[in-house]
């Protein structure tokens, strides 16, 4: 939503809402690493404050929410689909 409603004029804006929407949606797929919780969260603070409107900061504020209270379950399933990944790797298997 925010990265589409974005007027561009403001470049934390307009890059950071990009950027939040697709770490996010990595961490939907489960593709993301424990670490892009804290580039996430650097993206955040970058636009907090430096923006002419307030969108950039309520783009900001839920992602900000959500780490701040839920992160031991967003590190979770990150370890959950990492560990299911390795799971789902094909083996080879000898043709009879």
């Not at 580039?39 to 900061?57: F, P, R, S």
Request: glycine share 8%; charged share 30%; net charge negative.
């Amino acid at each position: 939503f925010y990265k589409h409603e974005s007027c561009g004029q403001c470049t934390p804006c307009r890059e950071g809402t990009g950027w939040m929407w697709r770490v996010m949606e990595r961490l939907v797929r489960g593709e993301a690493q424990k670490r892009e919780i804290d580039m996430l969260l650097d993206v955040t603070k970058q636009i907090e404050g430096h923006t002419i409107c307030a969108l950039g900061d309520a783009a900001a504020w839920p992602i900000q929410g959500l780490m701040r209270h839920f992160r031991g379950e967003v590190e979770r399933r990150i370890d959950e689909f990492s560990r299911n990944a390795h799971r789902a790797e094909p083996v080879m298997v000898a043709a009879e």
